[in-house]
């Protein structure tokens, strides 16, 4: 392992110019993840009744401070996945270098294990970055001297975040295989997929987390219903994720056999070789999707029983902006998933275009347009993505109409949480096309001389 983790550094140092986005972008998903643990440390940290400044009282009791603390754990989840992307487009990148391991001896295993080491440097340094700004900030923010046991977090925070993007690596990278000729390449599992697996096991875990916290905070009978949420959240996220990866080879296998269209076909046969490449890249902006649609409905329920309460008097201005801030900040929170979720789903397009960079060269060469190679891309995201949106947006549909009947809503409103999946989904469409500048350099012909 000492020497893996030497050959490691070396080859991050050694990095060249073309690399830089690579490891930027593992250290700016290492810093977020992070920044985030480090906050619900430091919330976590606050013990009883307090009085802050900050955010109109929502820090001040331990039962919201639990909240708090839960949706930042729960914002890893999309970072993990984040990491997880650049770890692939790494691996694949820099298959020259480990074709030249390979020619050194080393077996398949030890070349992944080497480029998750690579990621866990570039996670370690911003981590550490992070967390030098990010302690000094909580400091001044929370305005009272810091227990042993916060400072103890922050260190097992700013550790275990560079051990997750080791392991989300090495989870990432178990089909990939390098070998000594420059070739990388995907192998398949022989029994069943993981995709599910690999969502439910992490949403799981950080259930488990979460539920421990509200309990703790509110007791036992308090934490049924977030805990059912949560279950019908990771249930229905998997679901997208299972749907997406099943209907892409259906819709491949149908495309297939009766387009004409030369992108529709070459997405077709791109979607029967690799049906759950799609899955893997949209898990998270699927989970996201499900929680957007819950979101923006039982915010407008929430708002308007605050604003025009049923058979009481109107709340004062104090608790309006306490209600109202936090779930503003709950909005915030999915809205920072998104985006992590969409940084994601680009890179994985781009791990795409990297992985089959020859092929596109070699379609290129014989005369196939570059327009037709990107409308293809773009397809290969669009097609099995719509089925599995239009769960998403059913399923947390089905969430804030259940929220509306417990709360005994006046209206449940039906069209503004409705559009979240096609705005979500357009975004997708967007992310996907932030790879097609690539896709130029792709197509190159001096990408034949290495096929």
């Known amino acids: 392992m000492i020497a893996d983790l030497r050959l490691a550094w070396l080859l991050t140092r050694g990095s060249d110019r073309r690399e ?3 490891v930027t972008l593992t250290a700016v998903g290492a810093a977020l993840a992070t920044g985030f643990g480090l906050a619900a440390v430091a919330v ?7 009085s802050t400044p900050y ?8 039962g919201e401070r639990a909240g708090v603390v839960v949706a930042l754990l729960l914002l890893w989840l999309p970072v993990l996945g984040f990491l997880g992307q650049c770890a ?4 694949v990148h820099r298959d020259r270098r480990l074709a030249g391991l390979r020619l050194a001896g080393a077996t398949p295993r030890q070349v992944r294990r080497i480029a998750a080491l690579e990621a866990g440097l570039a996670c370690l340094l911003g981590s550490a970055v992070a967390s030098v700004f990010c302690a000094l900030l909580m ?4 305005q009272q001297q810091l227990s042993l046991s916060a400072w103890g977090g922050f260190a097992l925070v700013a550790f275990a975040v ?7 690596s090495v989870v990432a990278l178990r089909r990939v295989v390098a070998s000594p000729l420059g070739w990388v390449r995907r192998v398949r599992p022989r029994h069943g997929r993981v995709a599910t697996l690999t969502l439910v096991l992490p949403a799981v875990l950080m259930g488990l987390a979460a539920l421990l916290i509200v309990m703790r905070s509110r007791g036992p009978g308090a934490a049924s ?3 059912l949420v949560f279950s019908a959240v990771a249930l229905t996220g998997a679901g997208a994720v299972a749907v997406a990866g099943i209907t892409a080879r259906t819709i491949g296998r149908r495309l297939a056999a009766r387009t004409e269209n030369p992108a529709v076909l070459i997405a077709a046969e791109r979607l029967q070789a690799d049906p759950w490449a799609t899955a893997r890249t949209n898990a998270a902006v699927l989970l996201v999707a499900v929680v957007g649609v819950g979101f923006v409905g039982i915010r407008q329920m929430f708002l308007d029983s605050v604003h025009h309460p049923a058979g009481g008097r109107p709340y004062t201005p104090e608790d309006v902006a306490f209600y109202t801030t936090g779930v503003n900040l709950a909005g915030a929170a999915v809205l920072i998933a998104l985006l992590i979720s969409l940084g994601g789903l680009a890179v994985g397009t781009a791990e795409s275009l990297a992985t089959r960079r020859r092929g596109l060269a070699a379609q290129a060469a014989t005369g196939v347009p570059q327009k037709v190679l990107g409308r293809a891309l773009l397809l290969e995201t669009a097609l099995p993505l719509a089925p599995a949106m239009l769960l998403a947006g059913f399923g947390g549909a089905a969430l804030y109409i259940t929220y509306g009947g417990i709360a005994d809503a006046a209206t449940i409103p039906m069209v503004v949480p409705l ?4 705005a979500v989904y357009a975004a997708c469409l967007l992310a996907a096309a932030t790879s097609l500048p690539l896709l130029r350099r792709s197509v190159h012909p001096a990408e034949l001389r290495f096929a």
């Open 20 to 22: 830089w986005w690579r």
């Open 55 to 62: 955010f109109h009282g929502l820090l001040n009791q331990p």
């Open 139 to 142: 400091v001044n923010l929370l």
């Open 225 to 227: 219903f977030p805990l």
């Open 419 to 422: 559009l979240v999946p096609v």
């Open 88 to 91: 692939r487009i790494g691996a």
């Open 162 to 168: 560079p051990l997750l993007a080791v392991l989300v």
């Open 44 to 50: 976590a940290s606050v013990e009883g009744q307090v």
